[in-house]
Structures are given as structure tokens and as C-alpha cells.
């Protein structure tokens, strides 16, 4: 049976990998926690809360579910007491990229990041289509990285991964710095930042006196279409005047040369700004 210690088990994230982890019995599941609001939220799920020191030492597998700010100090003073051989699992590219999570020659590293639903998955119904974040019941994907070690520490992370973040589409394998590429820089910096313009637009709509459920009905609808075009999931295209009015607001819109957001060295500025207090 083995051992897993979930670092920060009653947080946000921790909250979903708890749920899923109170359903595999086959393994021994260790849950840390000090935030007080953690603790509760894990006390509400009756799950009982072990000592570090106690634990951490004889874990075969370590998940760090913690803050991005928080990771490095909390690896400092976990990683030195862990047994030979043992696995850290992080949830995100960002820290170990920025290269704050302490090392150890004799340990694996893998990285593991949930896909989230996606746009177009198929969900037989609207309770299931609404779990957006995914780990309920609508099926995602995720990628998952060997940052060091051996392929039995990936093959052990990419089981765990799977179970914690179930149900599962499908499982890409991929580098720690292709993540960061996916994440922070394609769907924080860019995807995200643009989504928020689009709410500020909206929010404009609204202030000049459209109708709410008009206007959030209209914007819907026509993101759909448009990522649906895009991305080649419809064989179709826009109109001549849509090609026409988008060639006409991207100067407006986007400076020169916004695609650096890709390169290497500004995505480890992206990544420092997300590790930094």
C-alpha cells in the first residue's frame, strides 16, 4: 500500500484532491493542513488530520498542494525528510520552473495539471456539464511532466494524477517547460487577460443600455461559434465583413510583437511574478 502525504489537503485545490482520494481505499492518504479555514473544511469531510514530522519521513509520495508564494519555504523544510526514492508531485509548472522547490538527486519530481472540461465535452447531463473545474463528474484531460527521476516516478505520478483529478479524458505527456508555455502563458497571460477585456467590453455594453439577458445571450452564443471556427471544431467561417473588422481592431487592440509572451525568458518573468510574495 502506499503511503501519500496531501500538503495543504483542505484548500481549494486539496478540497477536490480530498474528495477523490476519500474514493481509493488502496491507499494509505496522510492529510496536512494549518490554515484554519483547511482544517474545517476537512473536519467537515471527517477526515482526521496527521502530524508532518510523523508522517512525511516514511511517504512514499508527497503532493505539494499549496500556494504558489508558499512552495518553496514549505519545500525546504519538507523535502530534507523524505526517505530516498519517494516522489514529490506539484500541481502547477510555475515553482518548479522558477526553480524555488528544493532538489534532491534521489528523489523524482512530476508535475501534474488538470485541462479543466473543455468547451465541446459531452456530458450525458447539466449537472455534470456544470462542473467546470472538472474533478466531479465531467471529464477532463491533463498533462503530466517528469521534471527528475526515473520512469516508475512517472508512471506512479501519472497514476496518482489520474485518480486525483478523475474523471479522466485523456493523458499527455509533456515537458515542464511546454506546461509553462500552456500555463501561465497561453491560458493565464493570454487567454485570460483577453477574456477579461471581453467581460469589460460586456460590462460596457451594459452601461450604454442593452438589455442584460440580450447582450449575455449574444456574447455567448458568438464565442461558441467563433472558438468553435477557430479551432476547426465547425467546417465553417466568418463573414467577410467579421475577417474585415478583425483585421481593423488588432492594431487597436494588441502592441507589436505580443507573441514574445511565448519565449522562454519572459515566461520565467511570468513565472517569478507568480512565485514572488
Known sequence: MKQIVLMGAGGKMGCRLTDNFLKHP????????????????????????SEGDAVIPTADVVILSVPDVAIGAI??????????GALVLTLDPAA??????????????VI????????????????????????????????????????????????????MYAPIDK????????????EPAMVETLAQTAMEIVKEGYDKVLELGVPEAAARDFVMGHLR???????????GSFSDAAYKISKRARPILFKENWQRIFEM????????DITTK
Open 112 to 163: 501534474a495539471h488538470p485541462c479543466h472540461p473543455g468547451i465541446f465535452n459531452w456530458e450525458p447531463t447539466e449537472e455534470d456539464f456544470r462542473d467546470f473545474y472538472g474533478g466531479i463528474s465531467a471529464k477532463q484531460s491533463i498533462v503530466v511532466a517528469l521534471m527528475h527521476g526515473t520512469e516508475d516516478h512517472y508512471e506512479l505520478g501519472k497514476t496518482i494524477s489520474e485518480q
Open 265 to 272: 525568458d519572459d515566461i520565467r518573468e511570468q513565472v517569478k
Open 75 to 84: 519545500s525546504e523544510n519538507t523535502i530534507p525528510k523524505m526517505k530516498s
Open 225 to 235: 461559434i467563433q472558438i468553435a471556427v477557430l479551432f476547426k471544431e465547425v467546417n
Open 26 to 49: 488502496e491507499y494509505d492518504i496522510k492529510y496536512l493542513e494549518i490554515a484554519e479555514q483547511g482544517i474545517q473544511n476537512l473536519k467537515e469531510r471527517g477526515v482526521t488530520l
Open 171 to 182: 493523458t499527455h505527456r509533456i515537458t515542464l517547460e511546454q506546461m509553462a508555455v500552456l
Open 96 to 109: 518548479p520552473l522558477d526553480g524555488v522547490i528544493m532538489h534532491r538527486d534521489d528523489l523524482g519530481y
